[in-house]
């Protein structure tokens, strides 16, 4: 009797963390596949106009000759940029949203997946037990954090 409680909170457990961190891949690649697959997608720089709500507008500059097909564009999301700041950027298809590059954009992309590692640390040293796997899931998530924190702050 007890084997079989402790081998079904294994499997919820392990259920739970596969379900957390498949949310967080999908959460992290809306954006993170323009930044990772961005070859064919319109490059260039944004110089920012203004900020508020959580998005950023400004006109947008191509890094090729040719005709400009968007000229202002917005990007989400967008952490202390000042006016003025000019930032590697991608537009995504058919729309005016931009998506950040470089090392900033791509480890911006894939914050939520840095949040769903620490929390499926969690599960798996409390559901599963298995210590050593969730300090290597928890240190992975923080170390995602921290470089997107680093990236964007500098």
Request: net charge positive; with cysteine.
């Amino acid at each position: 009797m007890v084997s079989a409680v402790s081998v079904s909170r294994q499997v919820v457990s392990a259920a739970l963390a596969l379900l957390l961190l498949v949310a967080g891949f999908w959460a992290s690649w809306g954006t993170a596949q323009h930044v990772v697959l961005a070859k064919g997608h319109e490059h260039g720089h944004m110089i920012v106009d203004r900020c508020a709500d959580g998005t950023c507008t400004g006109a947008f500059v191509p890094a090729t000759e040719g005709p400009v097909r968007t000229p202002k564009v917005t990007l989400s999301g967008s952490v202390g940029e000042k006016k003025g700041a000019r930032l590697p950027v991608v537009i995504k298809p058919d729309s005016a949203q931009a998506v950040r590059t470089g090392a900033a954009g791509f480890f911006k992309a894939w914050i939520p997946l840095g949040g769903a590692l620490l929390l499926a640390s969690v599960v798996i040293a409390g559901g599963m037990r298995h210590r050593r796997l969730a300090w290597i899931t928890g240190g992975a998530g923080a170390v995602l954090l921290s470089a997107a924190w680093a990236t964007l702050s500098f």
